[in-house]
């Protein structure tokens, strides 16, 4: 690689969609320009592999398709969420509301359609990687008027409380995993999870794992 290269940003990029054509066409047009590097480490094309790649290349940003076999993009953000640094854009063919919505409210920091340029599609990956939420025109509409309407307060003080593992192992818990079902999803021991339910219990004053649930469930954190 040469210097003048190496000088430019890079961002490492994971592709998830269910068409490979899709994903064939997307890495082509991000991999042409001069400005920056767009590296995409890895594909997927169901949640399972989107899971097992996001995990094991911990890219900056993964481009997600909303609509995938097993689950949908919601479903991969959920089983990412405790994964530190990595963002997602969801790429989309769909701009109905809800789907836009869906994605946000499960922690994707923008929404694109597929209409989108090459170009703009790579600003939008550096953009999301250094921290911007990015939408295509219109759907930003969408998401404000969502959380504008919602009856839930925006700031949780219960909830801040928790630590994003904490946050990640309360979910999991009222969903019904059991400790050992947890550890694997998370990669920790049984004792950490056990450590890591004790303090939730702690922080929200509760006294068991049915009283979390229902705190959760009332919170639609589940």
């Known amino acids: 690689m040469s210097g003048a290269n190496m000088d430019k940003p890079t961002a490492r990029v994971v592709l998830v969609d269910d068409h490979r054509m899709f994903r064939t066409g997307v890495r082509a047009e991000i991999g042409q320009t001069e400005r920056t590097n767009v590296d995409v480490v890895g594909e997927a094309a169901d949640v399972e592999q989107a899971v097992s790649v996001v995990t094991s290349t911990m890219p900056d940003v993964v481009l997600l398709d909303v609509h995938l076999p097993g689950g949908g993009g919601v479903e991969v953000l959920r089983r990412c969420a405790s994964l530190e640094g990595v963002k ?12 836009v919505i869906g994605v946000i409210r499960g922690g994707a920091r923008g929404y694109v359609t597929k209409t989108i340029t090459g170009t703009d599609l790579v600003d939008a990956v550096f953009r999301v990687r250094d921290g911007d939420a990015v939408f295509s025109p219109r759907l930003a509409g969408f998401v404000l008027d969502a959380f504008a309407a919602t009856d839930t307060p925006p700031v949780d003080e219960d909830l801040d409380r928790l630590t994003q ?58």
């Open 88 to 99: 997602f854009l969801a790429l989309s063919v769909s701009d109905a509301a809800e789907d």
């Open 165 to 222: 593992r904490e946050r990640e192992v309360l979910r999991l818990i009222a969903r019904g995993y059991a400790y050992k079902e947890i550890g694997k999803q998370l990669f920790i021991s049984v004792k950490t999870v056990e450590s890591h339910v004790s303090a939730v219990l702690r922080k929200l004053q509760l006294s068991n794992r049915h009283e979390l649930t229902r705190w959760a469930t009332a919170r639609r954190l589940v």
